[in-house]
T-cell receptor
């Protein structure tokens, strides 16, 4: 039973364009949603988060949108840069998971010059 | 800034061999974790330790044991390695804060151990 789903294994975009990575969840008791970025041969690093009482959080080129009614969140990267090429993991936590993070399977983003 | 340090970075084992993956953090975090990452499977929690002296099973604990040696160190042991344990292993520690919607944990990961079991 996969509680956090990233249905697109990969995404390819041109440099300068917008990248949109999607994530769906099933557990309505999740309170926080986090995005992690992972480069090859490195551990994941925290990118941005959003709480369930907000619908948008922005940090520079990165914006996360949350639609609670649809149980859906998305990460927007504008403009995309080749250095953004990495695997992006969506994660969620809350009372339903005893505050432990539940990760999606990840989406490989490739930004082409 | 060392953060979370894992050793070794690479390891090849034969089926049935044992080994211990070491992890240490210097951020004074209470909680530590072991995850494995497999292609198409994302990050799956093996074991975690909420504080020194305590450990709990995660999603995929079978075939593994852990030891929280002190606040800094959390090791993962494979007693009898199997090919199904071929994976990339990540150790992590976390800081917890109370946000506007409740508790939230932020994980800091090590750089990983690539383990192959033949």
């Amino acid at each position: 039973d996969q509680q956090v789903k990233q249905n697109s294994p990969s995404l390819s975009v041109q440099e300068g364009r917008i990248s949109i990575l999607n994530c769906d969840y099933t557990n309505s008791m999740f309170d926080y949603f986090l995005w992690y970025k992972k480069y090859p041969a490195e551990g994941p690093t925290f990118l941005i988060s959003i709480s369930s009482i907000k619908d948008k959080n922005e940090d520079g080129r990165f914006t996360v949108f949350l639609n609670k009614s649809a149980k859906h969140l998305s990460l927007h990267i504008v403009p995309s840069q080749p250095g953004d090429s990495a695997v992006y993991f969506c994660a969620a936590s809350g009372r339903g998971s005893n505050y432990k993070l539940t990760f999606g399977k990840g989406t490989l983003l490739t930004v082409n010059p | 800034n060392a953060g979370v340090t894992q050793t070794p970075k690479f390891q090849v084992l034969k089926t049935g061999q044992s080994m211990t993956l070491q992890c240490a953090q210097d951020m004074n975090h209470n909680s530590m974790y072991w995850y494995r990452q497999d292609p198409g499977m994302g990050l799956r929690l093996i074991y975690y330790s909420a504080s020194e002296g305590t450990t709990d099973k995660g999603e995929v604990p079978n075939g593994y044991n852990v030891s929280r040696l002190n606040k800094r160190e959390f090791s993962l042991r494979l007693e009898s390695a199997a090919p199904s344990q071929t994976s990339v292993y990540f150790c992590a520690s976390s800081e917890v804060w109370t946000g506007s919607a409740g508790l939230v944990e932020k994980l800091f990961f090590g750089s990983g151990t690539q383990l192959s079991v033949l």
